[in-house]
């Protein structure tokens, strides 16, 4: 019987250590699932450490980025400032030259009333020229006119004359 006793003994012991081995596996791996837990928290918060780093990173690397965008804006502004200077330049030499233009337009159109009151005052001339060349055609018609009757009856009378003469003689 004692090695039954010795059996069961070792039996119970068997089955005791398998499980306290059981229970202290179970223990361990709850140990380890906790502290792979932790450590995977821990992970994490050391990468979204290292994430908020990098974001801080980019930003101001964007900060800086909006900075010489802003200044190239500020040169792009002062260009057209510049170009908005060049305009009113601009502006006002038109406005010197649109007076100047202006001014002309008024001594062309004193020179064209002049030039107007020149040709009306030709015209004048030319019309009392032509009335007294018509005058003299007109003198000159009523002479031939004349010059014809006379040519005409002077050859009328010539004629009678002649008849007369040459029935008589």
Same mark, same amino acid.
């Given at each position: 019987?004692?090695?039954?006793?010795?059996?069961?003994?070792?039996?119970?012991?068997?089955?005791?250590?398998?499980?306290?081995?059981?229970?202290?596996?179970?223990?361990?791996?709850?140990?380890?699932?906790?502290?792979?837990?932790?450590?995977?928290?821990?992970?994490?918060?050391?990468?979204?450490?290292?994430?908020?780093?990098?974001?801080?990173?980019?930003?101001? &690397?964007? =900060?800086? #980025?909006?900075?010489?965008? $802003? /200044? @190239?804006? *500020? !040169? +792009? %502004?002062?260009?057209?400032? &510049?170009? =908005?200077? #060049?305009?009113?330049?601009? $502006? /006002? @030499?038109? *406005? !010197? +030259? %649109?007076?100047?233009?202006?001014?002309?337009?008024?001594?062309?159109?004193?020179?064209?009333?002049?030039?107007?009151?020149?040709?009306?005052?030709?015209?004048?001339?030319?019309?009392?020229?032509?009335?007294?060349?018509?005058?003299?055609?007109?003198?000159?018609?009523?002479?031939?006119?004349?010059?014809?009757?006379?040519?005409?009856?002077?050859?009328?009378?010539?004629?009678?004359?002649?008849?007369?003469?040459?029935?008589?003689?």
């Amino acid at each position: 019987m004692m090695e039954t006793t010795k059996e069961i003994d070792k039996e119970l012991i068997r089955k005791l250590i398998k499980e306290e081995l059981e229970a202290f596996s179970i223990k361990k791996d709850k140990e380890l699932k906790e502290f792979s837990i932790l450590e995977r928290i821990i992970r994490v918060e050391e990468e979204l450490k290292a994430q908020r780093e990098l974001f801080l990173e980019r930003f101001i &690397a964007i =900060d800086k #980025r909006f900075e010489t965008v $802003d /200044k @190239r804006f *500020e !040169a +792009v %502004d002062k260009r057209f400032e &510049a170009v =908005d200077k #060049r305009f009113e330049a601009i $502006d /006002k @030499r038109f *406005e !010197a +030259v %649109d007076k100047r233009f202006e001014e002309l337009i008024g001594y062309m159109n004193k020179r064209f009333e002049a030039v107007d009151k020149r040709f009306e005052e030709l015209i004048g001339y030319m019309n009392k020229r032509f009335e007294t060349v018509d005058k003299r055609f007109d003198d000159m018609n009523k002479r031939f006119v004349q010059l014809t009757w006379f040519i005409g009856f002077t050859t009328a009378l010539i004629t009678t004359l002649i008849t007369v003469y040459r029935f008589f003689v």
